[in-house]
């Protein structure tokens, strides 16, 4: 790949932000003193007591990161619902973090060259059909969940209206897979890929993220099902966000034994989590990983460890020219 063609779309990038009283974004106390919000903080060097500063301060990062990466030009920027109860209303208090449409729609707005808007519809809301037109409609281009720290589960068959809406305005479904980390998870069985298939049937095209990955080091017992949805659907894909992480990379190296499944894979990063290069030592050559280390830009490491150990990827605005 040529070092000045920047023709990737990263399709999960997270939009971090604090509530500065008008971007609907919410934060639990709980989650402000976690260690992870914690270290956030720290390394991006945000105040909490200036809620717009360090909104601004986290864009302006990303921004500038990505404007300077070698090989990609855009990034879908990642919402994040809430919690909803049984008859679809927002829970706060079971909710830790929560990340509005609207801020991520607006955000994409204002930087169109840059941004594309990944907006997040738990479907156990009450209003999740009408927020996928109304989304839809604002310039959305993927739906993004976590059902561990959302606590629904995909394969709930009350959800067909909400995947049959997807489906019909052609968003892609982004659904975290495996063991949820960074935020509380609840139910981690949620996290099971086989869930998804409900969507699939439904004829919603489906993202898988991180490849498929349990998350739980070398442990991976979601291969097979990565096999079966690849062979039996041809709208299913999965991303290769966070696969450098040292729970997931034994994904990275199934995959790199498997150039069938590449077709499928699009690129992410998992954007503000670092990216590692733990996964090419002693794979690729002394050169080759010095260079790698030497790469500090974290949207063209994650291109080179994966590129480098003969994982390819697609772009995720190749999915609106497929057929």
């Not at 070092?3 to 604090?18: G, Q, S």
């Not at 729609?105 to 059909?129: C, H, M, W």
Request: some cysteine; overall charge positive.
């Amino acid at each position: 790949m040529s070092e000045t063609t920047k023709r990737l779309i990263d399709c999960h990038v997270h939009l971090a932000a604090l509530p500065d009283g008008g971007n609907g974004c919410y934060i639990s106390a709980k989650m402000l003193k976690s260690p992870l919000f914690r270290f956030l903080l720290w390394k991006h060097g945000l105040d909490p007591q200036k809620p717009g500063d360090a909104n601004r301060k986290y864009l302006d990062d990303l921004l500038q990161e990505l404007r300077a990466s070698r090989h990609v030009r855009q990034a879908v920027l990642l919402g994040m619902d809430g919690v909803y109860d049984t008859s679809g209303r927002l829970v706060r208090e079971h909710t830790d973090f929560l990340i509005s449409n609207d801020y991520v729609l607006q955000t994409a707005k204002t930087y169109p060259n840059e941004f594309l808007a990944g907006v997040s519809i738990n479907p156990q809301r009450r209003d999740a059909v009408e927020e996928v037109h109304r989304c839809a409609e604002a310039g959305a281009t993927l739906v993004k969940v976590l059902p561990n720290a959302q606590q629904f589960n995909p394969a709930d068959p009350k959800y067909k209206p909400f995947y049959r809406a997807l489906a019909e305005h052609k968003l892609p479904f982004l659904s975290h897979v495996g063991y949820e980390f960074s935020l509380i998870g609840k139910d981690q069985s949620v996290g099971d890929p086989d869930r998804l298939k409900l969507a699939l049937d439904e004829g919603t095209t489906v993202i898988a993220a991180h490849a498929c990955s349990y998350g739980l080091i070398l442990y991976e017992k979601f291969i097979p099902t990565l096999h079966d949805f690849v062979a039996r659907y041809p709208h299913f894909y999965a991303d290769i966000s966070a696969l450098t992480l040292p729970n997931r990379f034994r994904m990275l190296l199934h995959l790199r034994k498997h150039p069938e499944i590449h077709e499928r894979l699009l690129f992410g990063t998992d954007y503000p989590l670092s990216v590692f290069h733990v996964a090419a030592w002693g794979r690729v050559a002394f050169g080759t990983l010095r260079d790698i280390i030497r790469t500090k830009n974290r949207f063209d490491r994650q291109v080179e460890v994966c590129e480098r150990l003969n994982v390819k990827f697609r772009s995720f605005g190749e999915l609106f020219s497929s057929p």
